[in-house]
């Protein structure tokens, strides 16, 4: 594959696009796995969604983050550019535990090439409660760890949405909550967790692992045309029982590696040789 010094990103400079200070959450790992120094722009990446509700994102998670590297790209007119995008919601395979979703990108303008990479967390700070000004919040602020994590306070009705984001100190959010309510006629508010990356220290955990296995995944390249980005593209299925034989068609038993430029696959690691009776649909129907 080559040394660090000859990949083709080494000694180069990408543009990382956000508006929620993710450079320290990339810059070491992209220095460290290509030698690729990055750059931030501060654009307006709300428009294309936010996690508070107020701009519906319209797009998918990937073409959105691939639209926020392109938006930096052409601002400045450079060529390397970077970005990412989070989903967090209900897990879909534990619908009572709350799940943070990153996904990064890559854009190679000169290459025509998009790279990315995700990764999945069940660890995010996530809390939200409906609350009236005088409630005893001890028990919500623990469980949001605030002040450590960031809150946001919005209006009860969605017919008058206003929101106070950022907040990290008790004296501030008192007053939003108290500000706030005047705009219910139960004088509820909604608080929740501010999960833009400056204002969470979870989420930023989570955004660190994708961009090391965004760095490490553009720092492969291909086998046969030595193009950066190789890596998992999907997944071989069909796995077999240990005690009865029968063969799961959609239980995984493998990586498939392949490129982003040409058709070249290769197998990756085994995921599972067997399946326990457990996971069989004919022993555990």
């Not at 990479?117 to 409906?130: F, H």
């Not at 009236?132 to 760890?145: G, I, M, Q, T």
């Not at 009705?157 to 139960?186: C, M, V």
């Not at 239980?251 to 392949?258: N, Q, T």
Request: glycine content about 6%.
């Amino acid at each position: 594959m080559g040394s660090i010094n000859s990949h083709p990103y080494s000694g180069k400079r990408a543009l990382l696009t956000s508006k929620h200070q993710k450079l320290k959450l990339f810059q070491e790992t992209f220095m460290d796995h290509l030698n690729l120094a990055i750059d931030e722009l501060p654009l307006d990446t709300d428009i294309l969604g936010t996690f508070s509700g107020e701009i519906e994102r319209t797009a998918t998670p990937l073409h959105t983050a691939i639209k926020k590297a392109e938006l930096g790209l052409d601002a400045t007119g450079l060529t390397l550019g970077i970005a990412s995008e989070g989903s967090i919601g209900a897990d879909p395979h534990i619908p009572w535990i709350q799940c943070d979703y990153e996904l990064a990108v890559f854009v190679d303008r000169e290459r025509e090439l998009v790279i990315s990479e995700s990764y999945k967390s069940n660890e995010i700070v996530a809390a939200t409660i409906t609350a009236r000004r005088d409630d005893d919040l001890s028990a919500f602020l623990e469980k949001a760890d605030f002040p450590h994590h960031g809150l946001i306070v919005r209006t009860f009705s969605s017919e008058l949405s206003q929101f106070r984001k950022g907040i990290h100190d008790i004296s501030t959010l008192r007053e939003a909550i108290e500000s706030l309510a005047e705009f219910s006629p139960t004088h509820q508010v909604v608080i929740e967790s501010d999960f833009r990356a400056m204002h969470s220290p979870s989420r930023q955990r989570n955004i660190s692992a994708v961009a090391s296995r965004l760095a490490l995944r553009i720092a492969a390249r291909c086998p046969e045309c030595n193009t950066p980005g190789w890596g998992r593209i999907d997944y071989l299925k069909g796995v077999e029982c240990r005690e009865c034989g029968d063969v799961n068609p959609d239980a995984i038993k493998g990586e498939i590696l392949g490129c982003y430029r040409c058709d070249f696959k290769a197998p990756g690691n085994v995921i599972r040789k067997l399946l326990e009776a457990a996971q069989c649909n004919f022993c555990n129907p």
